[in-house]
C-alpha cells in the first residue's frame, strides 16, 4: 500500500469508529503534534495518549466530533498532507473548520502526525483550557 493509500484507510477506519484498526496504522512510537493553547494541545507520545485525546474530544462533544478528507491527499516521500474538514458540537458552542492534517510514515506505518486549524483562535476558544 503506497502512503496516500495508508492515510485514506486510516481516515475510513477513524469514520467508522474502529478503534483496533485505527490503532494498527500506529506504532509504539508514534508521536501526534496537536496545536495550539487548548487542553488538547501538545505533544503526545503513542497510540495510548493519542487515543486519550482523541477520547477526550468525542467526550467533550458528545460523540458528535467528525473530520473528514476534504480534497485530494498530497504525498511527497514519507510525508502526505490531507486537507481536513472538522466539525463538532459542545454546550452552545460548535466547530465548523478546515485544516491540514500531515503524517509522516515509516515502513506502512504513521510514525508522527502534526494537524492544523484554519482559525486556531476559534479552535482554542471552542476546546478550552
Do not use: C
Not at 91 to 107: H, R, V
Amino acid at each position: 500500500m503506497e502512503a496516500k493509500e495508508i492515510v485514506a484507510a486510516y481516515f475510513a477506519a477513524l469514520a467508522k469508529g474502529e478503534t483496533e484498526k485505527v490503532l494498527s496504522f500506529f506504532t509504539p512510537e508514534t508521536k501526534w503534534s496537536q496545536p495550539g493553547n487548548n487542553k488538547f494541545s501538545g505533544l503526545k507520545n503513542g497510540p495510548d495518549e493519542i487515543f486519550k485525546m482523541i477520547g477526550g474530544m468525542m467526550s467533550d462533544t458528545s460523540g458528535t466530533m467528525a473530520v473528514r478528507i476534504n480534497g485530494s491527499l498530497m504525498e511527497s516521500g514519507s510525508l502526505v498532507a490531507a486537507p481536513v474538514w472538522f466539525t463538532g458540537n459542545k454546550e452552545t458552542k460548535n466547530i465548523n473548520m478546515s485544516g491540514i492534517d500531515l503524517f509522516e510514515l515509516k515502513d506502512g506505518k504513521i510514525v508522527h502526525v502534526w494537524t492544523f486549524s484554519d482559525d486556531q483562535d476559534g479552535e482554542n476558544e471552542f476546546w478550552g483550557k
